[in-house]
């Protein structure tokens, strides 16, 4: 009796400290590259993002992700009250969108079928942190779309780019690639920081104006148009 109580508390001891070990407070910076781009999409590749930055404690985090000369992307996830808000910055005007999780991820595909995660055993050290190799598949009627992250286990998930697949995923990915038009794009977080990260961080500005997604389509169909004068 004594023997197993003497386990017991030894189990409950060390899983409480590989609880402590995981990364619940700090920021990915994160590289973004795009290879085998086609001939017909060279003159824009200028226009996508070349580098994001996540910041996360417990269940909020914030991606913030430049597109180009237009401005900058920032999506504020809040897990608690299942609330994102996405946040647009284009040509100088501050638009802020509000959605609930399932709402964003079914903006993806909503008739995307999700088979089971492979995993492979390559794993990898990324930015200090031991990876492992997850093959996501993904089908979008006829076609099976096929992409490779590194998670790891040693940082709470975040679903950065509200992915459905990702909600499989039990860590941070740190790598991540995806065959899209017959291009490569590549995600590889370069420094993973433990710091401490401020609540406002996960609010809405005051100088983002709020729309719904309707009237928000209408204000950058406009914006799109003027800068095309």
């Not at 994160?30 to 003159?43: A, L, R, T, W």
């Not at 985090?61 to 808000?85: A, L």
């Not at 076609?143 to 709470?156: N, Q, R």
């Not at 406002?200 to 799109?224: G, S």
Request: charged share 25%; glycine share 4%; hydrophobic share 40%.
């Amino acid at each position: 009796m004594v023997r197993c109580f003497l386990l017991l508390v030894l189990s409950h001891y060390f899983m409480g400290l590989q609880a402590q070990n995981v990364l619940k407070e700090g920021k990915v910076l994160f590289d973004i590259n795009y290879e085998n781009v086609p001939v017909q999409y060279q003159s824009k590749v200028e226009q996508l993002a070349k580098d994001a930055v996540i910041y996360f404690k417990g269940n909020k985090s914030r991606t913030e992700m430049g597109i180009g000369i237009f401005g900058k992307n920032t999506t504020i996830v809040d897990k608690d009250s299942n609330t994102v808000y996405v946040l647009l910055t284009v040509f100088g005007n501050r638009f802020a969108l509000k959605k609930t999780t399932q709402e964003l991820t079914q903006l993806k595909n909503p008739n995307q079928l999700l088979l089971k995660p492979v995993l492979l055993p390559d794993d990898r050290v990324i930015a200090g942190f031991k990876c492992k190799h997850l093959v996501l598949k993904t089908v979008m009627q006829s076609d099976t779309l096929e992409s490779h992250c590194w998670y790891s286990p040693e940082i709470i998930p975040i679903n950065f780019n509200n992915d459905p697949s990702f909600e499989q995923i039990e860590g941070m990915v740190l790598e991540f690639y995806i065959q899209a038009d017959q291009m490569k794009i590549h995600l590889k977080a370069k420094e993973v920081a433990s710091v401490p990260i401020e609540s406002t961080q996960f609010k809405v500005p005051i100088n983002y104006q709020m729309l719904d997604e309707v009237e928000l389509n209408k204000r950058m169909e406009a914006i799109m148009n003027k800068s095309r004068d």
